[in-house]
């Protein structure tokens, strides 16, 4: 602990105005080469937008919870909630047992998670579970 003041922290006004002049000498000076919308990206770029792996790994077809049972690849079937975090999880052969295989996963789902829900506040547009589909 030192007995000094605060105030040997703080510049004094001729420092600061060196301070001050020295980054005003850079803010004076034009910009060397501008870049804009209308220029043309340098061909670094463009290689790697192209060797990007990511790129080609988008799914080609609709996401699960669109599909038809009868569509979907997988044998285990699950929805989370987003609201409460349970999950939920049924054989596709017993979806398509119980529902029928031309029903959406997304239909299926939301009816899994409504039968079993434990938020229940008692008007139609809070109730019910947030279907996360896995």
Do not use: F
Not at 47 to 68: C, E, F, H, I, M
Not at 88 to 113: C, F, H, M, N, T
Request: with cysteine; aromatic share 6%.
């Amino acid at each position: 602990m030192t007995d000094r003041p605060a105030s040997w922290r703080m510049p004094s006004p001729k420092m600061m105005d060196k301070m001050a002049a020295e980054a005003a000498v850079g803010r004076n000076a034009p910009p060397s080469d501008p870049v804009g919308p209308a220029d043309a990206m340098p061909p670094e770029y463009w290689n790697a937008v192209l060797d990007d792996a990511s790129a080609d790994a988008r799914p080609t077809g609709d996401p699960v919870w669109k599909q038809k049972l009868a569509d979907i690849q997988r044998h285990l079937l699950r929805v989370a909630c987003h609201r409460c975090g349970r999950t939920v999880e049924i054989q596709k052969i017993d979806a398509v047992r119980l529902y029928g295989p031309e029903s959406l996963w997304k239909d299926v789902g939301q009816r899994l998670l409504d039968d079993t829900c434990q938020q229940r506040t008692g008007r139609h547009v809070e109730d019910g579970c947030w279907p996360s589909y896995e």
